[in-house]
């Protein structure tokens, strides 16, 4: 199956620790996003890359948040210094072009706990 | 900016019964609209979206919903439930501008499936 990947599926760290999230696209997809989802709420939107090119942060992705994608492949979501509002579930999804042709093919998450 | 409402943040119906959840926009421009279904602990799946063409969507799992522009409203409708229709759906909204096509979700609704 050629779905997206996630890793870890769960990740619990200690206030003040580092976390790093890794995310494979379905192949060949250009574009990806990050979206984080708390309890009892949507997904909201993180951040975006075409390829390489990372395009649009949203607001809620702090400084001591940030995401890569090398080569236009997988992507990585680090947090730095985490907090307990940190503790969600961050999902990543991708698509091969225009979201109203194709929609997103969502991962199926990393859930983090932050203690 | 745009936004969706989905009232009912739990909803139950018996095996068999119609299956009618609420989806309510705003948007300040021709909206695109999506609803997506979530089991526990595991990614979202695309059920239906439209995009400006028919009205009437039809989706997988025997799903459909209908844009009414008067109404600013994208109900999703099942004639006939399933036990396995029991997870959380999320109604989400997005435009076409040819770049970050970020969907914004709303807060889901929880459908439980009673015997």
């Known amino acids: 199956d050629t779905g997206v990947s996630q890793d870890p599926r769960h990740k619990i760290t200690k206030r003040g620790q580092n976390v790093t999230f890794r995310c494979d696209p379905i192949s060949e997809h250009n574009r990806l996003y990050w979206y984080r989802q708390t309890l009892g709420q949507g997904p909201e939107f993180l951040t975006y890359f075409q390829n390489e090119a990372q395009l649009e942060k949203s607001r809620l992705l702090s400084d001591r948040f940030s995401a890569e994608r090398p080569k236009g492949s997988f992507s990585t979501l680090e947090i730095q210094r985490t907090e307990q509002g940190d503790s969600a579930m961050y999902l990543c999804?991708?698509?091969?072009?225009?979201?109203?042709?194709?929609?997103?093919?969502f991962g199926s998450g990393t859930r983090l706990t932050v203690v | 900016a745009q936004s969706v409402t989905q009232l009912g943040s739990h909803v139950s119906v018996s095996e068999g019964a119609l299956v009618l959840l609420r989806c309510n926009y705003s948007?300040?421009?021709?909206?695109?609209l999506f609803w997506y279904v979530q089991y526990p602990n595991q990614g979202l799946q695309l059920l239906l979206k439209?995009?400006?063409?028919?009205?009437l969507v039809k989706g997988i799992n025997g799903f459909e919903a209908e844009f009414k522009k008067s109404e600013t409203s994208f109900h999703l409708t099942k004639p006939s439930a399933h036990m396995s229709d029991a997870a959380e759906y999320f109604c989400?909204?997005?435009?076409?501008?040819?770049?970050?096509?970020?969907?914004?979700f709303g807060t889901g609704t929880r459908l439980t499936i009673i015997p």
């Open positions: 439209y995009t400006s063409a028919a009205t």
């Open positions: 999804a991708s698509s091969p072009g225009r979201t109203l042709n194709y929609g997103y093919t």
């Open positions: 948007s300040s421009v021709p909206p695109y």
């Open positions: 989400a909204v997005s435009r076409d501008n040819f770049g970050n096509e970020k969907l914004t």
